[in-house]
């Protein structure tokens, strides 16, 4: 159980691969199913993009492109670890709609979409402790969203992992049951994580878009852990 003062370490190893982001805590959220004026601005995005976006895009899009190098660098094949924003360009132009889960997880969803960085939301009251984006030895717990029996975790990859030693979110492709965001969750860590081939002034604008969205929605009050260039 977290007591709130939450901290966030970044190895020099996980530095070193050029993993950039904005990582952050939100306080007082006050999540629901829906919101229609959302719903509404979600559609209105989504049809944008099905408008614009093609395999080519997804195949040469320089920031999907950095997920891809990550991965290469810690030894991962990209064709069975896809980054989070690739994965739902492909679910969208699939199902031509973004998945809905609740609100919180539909907004930074929606902001990934729409940004191509790796968005996530991790329910603080289940983080055990501080976590840590370190580079895997092999004996983490690993359970995935929407999976019955742990994961064998390899070493020398990157992840973030709290003080259990149970993964969070692995690389940028998947997060876990322990802290899926539910319509009770008041309060988050957030991860807004870019490669080599994104600004830091980039990673900025889509850090003040999610925060826009989520207060206008759900409220709350944020404070930035770190930012990693």
Not at 52 to 65: A, G, R
Not at 202 to 226: M, N, P, Q, R, S
């Amino acid at each position: 159980m977290n007591n709130g003062n939450t901290k966030f370490v970044v190895s020099d190893a996980v530095r070193g691969l050029g993993l950039r982001g904005i990582y952050l805590v939100f306080n007082g959220l006050k999540n629901t199913d829906n919101h229609p004026e959302f719903e509404h601005y979600k559609q209105e995005i989504v049809r944008t993009i099905l408008e614009q976006v093609t395999e080519d895009f997804i195949d040469n899009n320089p920031i999907l492109q950095g997920f891809r190098d990550l991965h290469t660098k810690v030894k991962k094949s990209n064709r069975k670890n896809v980054a989070s924003p690739e994965n739902l360009f492909r679910i969208v132009m699939r199902n031509r709609v973004l998945p809905h889960v609740n609100l919180l997880v539909d907004i930074y969803n929606l902001v990934s979409l729409k940004t191509q960085l790796a968005l996530g939301a991790h329910n603080l009251a289940k983080v055990d402790g501080n976590i840590n984006l370190r580079l895997t030895n092999g004996d983490e717990r690993f359970l995935p969203l929407g999976a019955v029996e742990p994961k064998l975790v390899g070493s020398g990859e990157y992840a973030y992992i709290d003080d259990s030693n149970e993964v969070i979110c692995y690389l940028e492709v998947r997060q876990v049951e322990k802290t899926k965001v539910t319509l009770d969750t008041t309060d988050c860590f957030y991860i807004i994580q870019g490669n080599e081939n994104t600004t830091p002034e980039y990673i900025k604008k889509v850090y003040d878009e999610l925060i826009d969205l989520t207060k206008k929605y759900c409220g709350g009050e944020e404070e930035i852990l770190a930012q990693v260039w």
